[in-house]
Nanobody, 121 residues
Framework: QVQLVESGGGLVQAGGSLRLSCAAS????????MGWFRQAPGKEREFVAA????????DYADSVKGRFTISRDNAKNAVYLQMNSLKPEDTAVYYC??????????????WGQGTQVTVSS
């Protein structure tokens, strides 16, 4: 099984930036599509961003386009989410996810435990 561990969450003022990291234990990590999801209090989990094995295909939720950037480093078995121009509505628990297959917004197979991001006004 693939184990995923997120880090980098915290408290930031509106307009600030954070970079989330996700470390994977899978030796064939480079073959997985990786995604980021988030869940805010009282809301359902929603798709944020995804990236394929080579980094050549990405997808973003409309709410984060132009502000967030997903990237990966297969040599380090890691995926990142650079979050800029943060807004209070970005406050949520952010989850790293993995799947074998193309970039999609759902049907991921493995999930991390999440990291809290809080954006204050």
């Amino acid at each position: 099984q693939v184990q995923l561990v997120e880090s980098g969450g915290g408290l930031v003022q509106a307009g600030g930036s954070l970079r989330l990291s996700c470390a994977a234990s899978e030796r064939t990590f480079s073959m997985y599509t990786m995604g980021w999801f988030r869940q805010a209090p009282g809301k359902e989990r929603e798709f944020v961003a995804a990236i394929n094995w080579s980094g050549g295909s990405t997808d973003y939720a409309d709410s984060v386009k132009g502000r967030f950037t997903i990237s990966r480093d297969n040599a380090k078995n890691a995926v990142y989410l650079q979050m800029n121009s943060l807004k209070p509505e970005d406050t949520a628990v952010y989850y790293c996810a993995a799947r074998k297959g193309p970039v999609v917004t759902t049907w991921y197979d493995y999930w991390g435990q999440g990291t809290q991001v809080t954006v204050s006004s």
